[in-house]
């Protein structure tokens, strides 16, 4: 067969993912924190990019020119409430066609027996959108300096060491202490990097452990409590050999501890008291690593007629506006070809920045709205009532795709009347039932197993045998090895555990 080069003209279809296309599914399983990021670093870099309430001269953000700003600030003021197209479209524009399907998010009230009204938590659209301004209630203003473990062992190292050799080995391994109060970095490690004996090392080490809080700058759970225990004069032979053994501890098997130990019932159940009394993570006690707050997206309240209403955090949603005035007056000034791409390419990525945020909010609208749907027995009745849910039924249910579902409940929060709840959280397996009834949603039957542990009597624990059986009586078809598997993701300890432990704390309060 011979071989030569011919030409072909082929039909066909593919998807290109432009730089902007990706951007907008990044953003969309953001958090609010990153999107704050994001939206900072782009402030930074364009300069026709403003935040919202800081617009000092016209700014709009469909591009449209200066005259339109009047009508967008009007609408911007109206924007009080996101669960309508105007709200949102009229503050920053049109969303993009090639991202994802450009429906109205329709009003979010959903009819149903609603239970106790949960306060609106934040201001009207438009508010400080989690900015911190100067004034008297400013953020800085509520904050207290805490004293970090660090500074309050270097405290302590100032005062009990003076020679600045052993000095400096101890600020060297008060570095090495985490958040915890454990030191995590290897004694030779700090001795062959500043040149010193490993010995002299250690005694800087028993001089660190002298700290407050007792416990400090040890290397695991057993030198942690035996340094606890030494302070308080309970470090004996038994004690010591309990401390050596805390797998068995962890395991409940007090009778192997107690021929370990050589001590009988009533001992041993005074030493395990004892161990409980200690604190395990002594640093605990002090500021560390900030502490993130869980900021919901969502608000699920009720309205006077029992419907639920779903709102759209506006401290979770960045303000932005391009100020065409300044567009107008840089082009007016720019002469080169290059400064005039490089307008033009800021103009361009400002609006697109502006519509990929709106269509961002109104995405987490309707899949918030749709879950509130599906789920309408959680929010009415409580956990018990959680139906399965996959990522499918909504994507069908709001016409979109599975793969857009799961970036929008991707590291977002949902907050009604029984707590704050990830989005995720909602989508539960389904769980057979026994003859004809209704599946079970995975998480029910979870806290179901819970409750059915917790009420267990001391004299009648409860065997995953004993749970399937009563599971079962309920109409919850499930096999034992998926019992096993629930109660462990629930960190409970299996039967014999419990009652071991049920044995010990009743040998205790004699």
């Not at 593919?14 to 907008?24: E, G, N």
């Not at 100067?134 to 020679?163: I, K, R």
């Not at 004694?187 to 400090?216: T, Y």
């Not at 791409?341 to 103009?347: Q, V």
């Amino acid at each position: 067969m011979a071989m030569m080069p011919r030409m072909e003209l082929r039909q066909g279809q593919s998807l290109v993912m432009t730089p902007q296309l990706l951007q907008a599914i990044k953003l969309l399983q953001l958090s609010h924190l990153e999107l704050q990021s994001f939206v900072e670093g782009e402030l930074e870099r364009n300069p026709l990019l403003e935040r919202g309430d800081e617009a000092a001269e016209p700014a709009i953000a469909n591009g449209a020119g200066e005259s339109a700003h009047a009508a967008d600030a009007e609408t911007y003021a109206r924007a009080e409430s996101l669960n309508t197209q105007e709200g949102i479209e009229g503050r920053l524009g049109t969303g993009l066609d090639n991202v994802f399907q450009n429906e109205q998010p329709k009003a979010a009230r959903l009819e149903t027996q609603g239970t106790d009204s949960l306060p609106i938590i934040g201001g009207a659209y438009g508010g400080s959108g989690g900015s911190f301004e100067e004034g008297p209630d400013s953020f800085e203003n509520g904050l207290t300096s805490e004293l970090s473990l660090h500074e309050h062992l270097g405290a302590q190292l100032d005062l009990a060491v003076t020679a600045p050799a052993d000095r400096l080995i101890g600020s060297h391994i008060i570095d090495g202490v985490d958040d915890s109060g454990y030191l995590t970095e290897s004694l030779a490690d700090i001795a062959e990097r500043l040149g010193v004996d490993l010995k002299r090392v250690e005694q800087v080490l028993a001089i660190v452990q002298g700290f407050d809080p007792s416990g400090v700058a040890a290397r695991d759970v057993s030198e942690c409590l035996a340094i606890q225990l030494r302070d308080r004069n309970r470090f004996d032979p038994a004690m010591q050999a309990l401390v050596a053994n805390l797998p068995l501890l962890a395991r409940r098997d007090f009778a192997a501890l107690k021929r370990i130990c050589g001590v009988d019932d009533e001992d041993i159940a005074d030493m395990v008291a004892e161990i409980r009394r200690l604190d395990p993570k002594p640093g605990r006690a002090f500021g560390g690593s900030a502490t993130e707050t869980v900021v919901p997206d969502v608000f699920i309240r009720t309205a006077p007629d029992g419907s639920w209403l779903v709102d759209l955090n506006p401290d979770t949603l960045p303000r932005v506006l391009v100020n065409q005035t300044y567009h107008a007056r840089v082009s007016r000034a720019a002469r080169s070809d290059t400064e005039k791409a490089f307008i033009a390419e800021c103009l361009q990525t400002a609006n697109w920045l502006t519509r990929s945020l709106e269509q961002r909010a109104r995405t987490i609208l309707k899949v918030a709205s749709e879950i509130v749907r599906q789920q309408d027995g959680f929010f009415a009745h409580g956990v018990e009532h959680l139906r399965p849910l996959n990522l499918k039924t909504v994507a069908d249910a709001i016409s979109m795709h599975e793969s857009t579902v799961s970036r929008v409940t991707s590291n977002k929060y949902l907050a009604c009347s029984r707590g704050v709840f990830e989005m995720k959280y909602f989508f539960s397996a389904a769980i057979a039932a026994t003859g004809y009834g209704e599946a079970h949603s995975a998480e029910a039957v979870r806290h179901r197993i819970k409750q059915m542990i917790d009420e267990e009597p001391p004299r009648d624990v409860l065997s995953d045998d004993a749970i399937v059986s009563r599971l079962k009586e309920s109409g919850i078809d499930i096999a034992r090895r998926t019992v096993a598997k629930y109660r462990e993701s629930l960190r409970i300890p299996s039967s014999m555990e419990r009652r071991r432990e049920k044995a010990a704390m009743a040998l205790a309060g004699r």
